[in-house]
């Protein structure tokens, strides 16, 4: 099993591009997670899923879009980058309790 | 609203020596709690949960927490580091909700030092 797999691993972006970040998972899980890290921050959670079709907004959601088309995966949008969006997302997925995290993408606005 | 605050941001240490990572959590009702740690440029890894029964728990690595009620503390501990648990390592709650939504405290970077 290859857990959770995020896509890509890195990218820079020029301000007002949009993107789009791609997190897999091949547990079955029913619920996954988009969080961001930041120096000094901790993990800050953006948007999550309870289920397939379903979002919910976490505790910093705006510039960020999600969509759960399938329930193995779960795309996290930038429409308009902003400097402020530089920072390294994770995603999760769980099942009840403890969440499994993905290795990170890099993100750099200029 | 659940809130998590680590004491320490760095805790230097030599090797050998015993280890103290303080995580002081809110909530309002029952709670699950968790320890998770980071190594350089890598997500996080899972070190230990509690979710009820025995409040000592022990994990990977040769880590221990424990569930303290009454002063609202899961302080993670290890009788003896070595250079690789060089880490940050961070705490989170959850309040039992449907979602299973977790809140992390900021961390604290454990430096083991020869």
């Known amino acids: 099993n290859a857990g959770v797999t995020q896509t890509p691993k890195f990218r820079v972006l020029k301000t007002g591009q949009s993107m789009t970040l791609l997190c897999a998972q091949d547990m079955n899980h029913e619920y996954m997670y988009w969080y961001r890290q930041d120096p000094g921050m901790g993990l800050r959670l953006i948007h999550y899923s309870v289920g397939e079709g379903t979002t919910a907004k976490g505790e910093v959601p705006d510039g960020y879009n999600v969509s759960r088309l399938k329930k193995q995966n779960f795309l996290l949008g930038l429409e308009s980058a902003a400097p402020s969006q530089t920072s390294v997302y994770f995603c999760?997925?769980?099942?009840?309790?403890?969440?499994?995290f993905g290795p990170g993408t890099r993100l750099t606005v200029l | 609203a659940q809130s998590v605050t680590q004491l320490d941001s760095q805790v230097p240490v030599f090797e050998e020596a015993p280890v103290e990572l303080r995580c002081n959590y809110s909530?309002?009702?029952?709670?699950?709690l968790f320890w998770y740690v980071q190594y350089p440029n890598q997500g996080l890894q899972l070190l230990l949960k509690?979710?009820?029964?025995?409040?000592l728990v022990k994990g990977i690595n040769g880590f221990e927490a424990e569930f303290n009620k009454s002063q609202t503390s899961f302080h993670l501990r290890k009788p003896s580091v070595h250079i690789s648990d060089t880490a940050e390592y961070f705490c989170a709650v959850n309040s039992g909700g449907s979602n299973y939504k977790l809140t992390f405290g900021k961390g604290t970077l454990l430096t083991v030092n020869p």
């Open positions: 909530s309002s009702v029952s709670v699950y």
């Open positions: 999760a997925s769980s099942r009840s309790g403890s969440q499994f």
């Open positions: 509690y979710l009820s029964g025995s409040t």
